[in-house]
Nanobody, 111 residues
Framework: QVQLVESGGGLVQPGESLRLSCAAS????????MEWYRQAPGKERELVAT???????YYVDSVKGRFTISRDNAKKVVYLQMNSLKPEDTAVYYC?????WGQGTQVTVSS
């Protein structure tokens, strides 16, 4: 059974940082690209970043230079380091592998 469990969300002020983690089980983690999505209230879910199995990263323009995606194949964890957070980054962040989704973790950026 595939499970993706996100953690690390919270309430921060603009300009601060958070690191999200997504722990995977039930899959051959190292063989799959991993993705982070987010969904803000009233908006569609959007892709934020992806990392290939060879650790090539892709970012949506709005987070380039601020977010970094990485993976630890030994631990079966994918990370999203988020720096210089803005109020518009407020959303529920989801991890995705293949067609499997995690439950999401809330990130709120507010002063």
């Amino acid at each position: 059974q595939v499970q993706l469990v996100e953690s690390g969300g919270g309430l921060v002020q603009p300009g601060e940082s958070l690191r999200l983690s997504c722990a995977a089980s039930g899959i051959l983690f190292r063989l799959y690209a991993m993705e982070w999505y987010r969904q803000a209230p009233g908006k569609e879910r959007e892709l934020v970043a992806t990392i290939s199995r060879s650790s090539i990263a892709y970012y949506v323009d709005s987070v380039k230079g601020r977010f970094t995606i990485s993976r630890d194949n030994a631990k079966k964890v994918v990370y999203l380091q988020m720096n210089s957070l803005k109020p518009e980054d407020t959303a529920v962040y989801y991890c995705k592998a293949m067609n499997y989704w995690g439950q999401g973790t809330q990130v709120t950026v507010s002063s």
